[in-house]
Each structure stands twice: as structure tokens, then as C-alpha cells.
């Protein structure tokens, strides 16, 4: 993973272990299928209609990461 990169699943599993929730508990809690949900948090990438449900679920805006994200590199220049 490059410096620049966000990867949200990292994230989102450090958030479930602080809260002391299981993945399982999250799949439920954004109706999407156990194993599918494994998948999407060990992509690069989660749709944004999924990312919202899991920063409702866990009382996080997990988009912030990305405006962050987006900051930095406006300020770089790049």
C-alpha cells in the first residue's frame, strides 16, 4: 500500500476490536452477507452506500479518512 492510499477495512476492523464487536455482529448489522462482507473490508475499495451503513453502525465517519486524504494532497500541490 502507498503512502496516499487509504485502506478502510484496516480502519473499519481496528474500530470493531475498540468497540469490542464481531465482524459477524457488522455484516448483520449492515444486512450483508458474512462472507461477502469479509471480502469487501480485505478489497481496496468499499462502495459508498456500504461505507455509510458501517459509519452508522458504528458512530464513525469513516469518510473523513478520505477528506483527509483529499487535504493532503490539495496542500501538497498534487
Do not use: P
Not at 14 to 19: C, K
Request: aromatic content about 8%; some cysteine.
Amino acid at each position: 500500500m502507498k503512502n496516499h492510499e487509504v485502506h478502510i477495512g484496516k480502519i473499519i476492523k481496528q474500530r470493531l476490536q475498540e468497540q469490542e464487536r464481531s465482524m459477524a455482529w457488522l455484516a448483520q448489522k449492515v444486512h450483508c452477507d458474512r462472507n461477502n462482507f469479509y471480502k469487501k473490508l480485505n478489497s481496496d475499495n468499499i462502495d459508498i452506500d456500504l461505507l455509510l451503513r458501517i459509519s452508522r453502525a458504528l458512530h464513525e465517519d469513516f469518510f473523513h479518512h478520505y477528506s483527509e486524504l483529499l487535504h493532503k494532497e490539495n496542500m501538497r500541490g498534487g
